[in-house]
């Protein structure tokens, strides 16, 4: 079912009965459960700062949608300090960024990841312009052509106070998860964030609290 991966931060294991699989099962059960009425078909995740655990999140969160037989696309659309690829033992050439570019097909950029249904989409290289890259009508364009081939598409990004091009994703996306690092992050960049992405009028899924203990 999985294969073996660089990091240890992917702790969702059809094997395993362990509290913090349990957590990332629950969060999926509790988005589908409060917006069950809504389409929530491309889910990003974010935080005010960097560090928050916001891969580790979206990772953890994508295996539990896919144990569950959900057809699932992890996009890394962190294109400055990518970290997907490493995750899932994965090459990140070609990735988001080339596709962006123009260099490489998006259909041949995506690969398996040694879960059954979970694809990756990693970042790609680190480009020398990564925000001219993302821009808004491309990645929408991008995603409308991704989406009817999987139930749900997960996308990493950087954080919301970090890099602008969060904030241009949101848009894009059914709904945003925010990531707490509790203990660490700040009230006023919390606020802050959520400003940003209210101004865009993303849809705000929720906030996990993560590190807890
Ligand atoms: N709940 C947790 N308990 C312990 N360690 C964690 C937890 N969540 C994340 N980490 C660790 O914290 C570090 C940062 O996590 P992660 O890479 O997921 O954060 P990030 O928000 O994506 O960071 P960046 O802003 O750099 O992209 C990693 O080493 C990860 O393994
Ligand atoms: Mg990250």
Known sequence: MRRSTN??????????????????RLLRTKIQFFFKDQELKT??????QPGEGK???ISNLAIAYAQEGKNVLLIDADLRKPSLHRMFSSLNNPGLSTVLAGNSEVLDSIQETGYERLSLLPSGPVLTNPSELIDSQTMRE???????????ILIDTPSVLEVSDTVLVSALCDGVIMVAAAGKVKKDHLKKAREQ?????????????????
């Open 43 to 48: 889910v990003m995740v974010t935080s005010s």
């Open 197 to 213: 992405l209210d101004h865009v009028n993303a849809r705000m899924l929720g906030i996990v609290m993560n590190r807890v203990m």
């Open 142 to 152: 991008l995603l409308e052509q991704l989406k009817p081939q999987y139930d749900v």
């Open 7 to 24: 990091e240890s931060s992917l702790i969702v294991s059809a094997s395993s009965r362990s509290q913090i699989s349990e957590v990332y």
């Open 55 to 57: 891969s580790t999140t």
